[in-house]
């Protein structure tokens, strides 16, 4: 009977063991593929567009859809649609980074993405990155590229408010702007299949750069600069003297029905 006890806690030993060996192995490849992920951030091998990585398997849009064999209508809203499309890969790409440097969980992450506008998204994300871990070349860096995107939000509210068409010369799409401030214009811009290309290019290079900002939070983590010894007490509540209370509780509501004399008037005026 003592050996089967003996052999038991063998068994549960070695058990244990294993046990710890895997999750040690897990975390070890966890921690390789996000330092080699953020690593490759600044390697020379990925293709630059607009002054970010891009994805290797980045193609030209062209080679993916042949735009001449559509009528100018039809192009035109495809165009239009694959610009969309692009710009909603770009921002749920964002919305996961927010959540990584955020910590919180998807649900919650919807809910307060739904609320915010992109311009603010990308500030909230410029502000993250201030204060995580990451060195000061690539905190900089990083809050340039950001602010590059954020810049991009003029071009996607025309795309998706302005009223458009073929152009005439039928090599694009013409959008029907107006500019109401101060001067009125109705300067209508015409984006030509070239220009659709450049901007689907430099979206999927943001996207791309999105995409690994969340191995750089789980490597570098924000941080709390301005409390060292972790979250600050509450502020504390005023507390009002007891003479206030009782002088304020002997105080009736304002008479807001009695006019204003004319000399109280004069004196506003003045």
Same mark, same amino acid.
């Given at each position: 009977?003592?050996?089967?006890?003996?052999s038991g #806690?063998?068994?549960l030993?070695?058990?244990?063991a294993?046990s710890?060996?895997l /999750?040690?192995?897990?975390?070890?490849?966890?921690?390789?593929?996000?330092?080699?992920?953020?690593?490759?951030?600044n /390697?020379p !091998?990925?293709?630059?567009?607009?002054?970010?990585?891009?994805?290797?398997?980045?193609?030209?849009?062209?080679?993916?859809v !042949?735009?001449?064999?559509?009528?100018?209508?039809t192009?035109s809203?495809?165009?239009?649609?694959?610009?969309?499309?692009?710009?909603?890969?770009?921002?749920?790409?964002?919305? #996961?980074?927010l959540?990584?440097?955020?910590?919180?969980?998807?649900?919650?992450?919807?809910?307060?993405?739904?609320?915010?506008?992109?311009?603010?998204?990308?500030?909230?994300?410029?502000?993250?990155?201030?204060?995580?871990?990451?060195?000061d070349a690539e905190?900089?860096?990083?809050k /340039?590229?950001?602010?590059?995107?954020?810049?991009?939000?003029?071009s996607?509210?025309?795309?998706?408010?302005?009223?458009?068409?073929?152009?005439?010369?039928?090599t694009?799409?013409?959008?029907?702007?107006? #500019?109401?401030?101060?001067?009125? *214009?109705?300067?209508n811009?015409?984006?030509?299949?070239?220009?659709f290309?450049? *901007? #689907?290019?430099?979206?999927r290079?943001y996207?791309?750069?999105?995409?690994?900002?969340?191995?750089?939070?789980?490597?570098?983590p924000?941080?709390?600069?301005?409390?060292?010894?972790?979250?600050?007490?509450?502020m504390?509540?005023k507390?009002?003297?007891?003479?206030?209370?009782?002088?304020?509780a002997?105080?009736?509501?304002p008479?807001?029905?009695?006019?204003i004399?004319?000399?109280?008037?004069? *004196?506003?005026?003045?």
């Open positions: 009977m003592f050996a089967e006890v003996v #806690n063998r068994d030993d070695f058990a244990r294993l710890w060996s /999750s040690l192995l897990v975390s070890v490849y966890i921690f390789v593929r996000d330092w080699t992920t953020c690593m490759a951030r /390697s !091998d990925h293709i630059l567009i607009d002054g970010l990585a891009s994805h290797p398997r980045l193609v030209e849009l062209n080679d993916v !042949d735009y001449g064999t559509f009528d100018p209508e192009g809203v495809a165009l239009v649609g694959r610009f969309l499309q692009e710009w909603a890969a770009m921002e749920l790409a964002l919305h #996961n980074a959540g990584v440097a955020l910590s919180i969980e998807t649900i919650k992450l919807q809910i307060l993405c739904s609320n915010l506008r992109f311009r603010d998204k990308t500030i909230i994300l410029r502000t993250l990155v201030d204060i995580s871990s990451f060195a905190k900089k860096s990083t /340039s590229k950001l602010k590059k995107l954020r810049d991009h939000a003029t996607r509210n025309m795309i998706a408010h302005a009223p458009f068409s073929a152009d005439r010369a039928a694009g799409v013409e959008f029907q702007t107006v #500019n109401a401030r101060g001067k009125f *214009e109705l300067p811009m015409v984006w030509t299949l070239l220009r290309e450049q *901007e #689907n290019r430099a979206l290079g996207a791309n750069f999105l995409d690994e900002l969340p191995a750089c939070f789980r490597l570098q924000t941080t709390t600069p301005f409390c060292p010894h972790g979250v600050p007490p509450p504390p509540r507390q009002f003297s007891a003479a206030l209370w009782h002088f304020m002997q105080q009736g509501p008479d807001t029905d009695q006019p004399s004319s000399t109280g008037a004069e *004196e506003a005026d003045a």
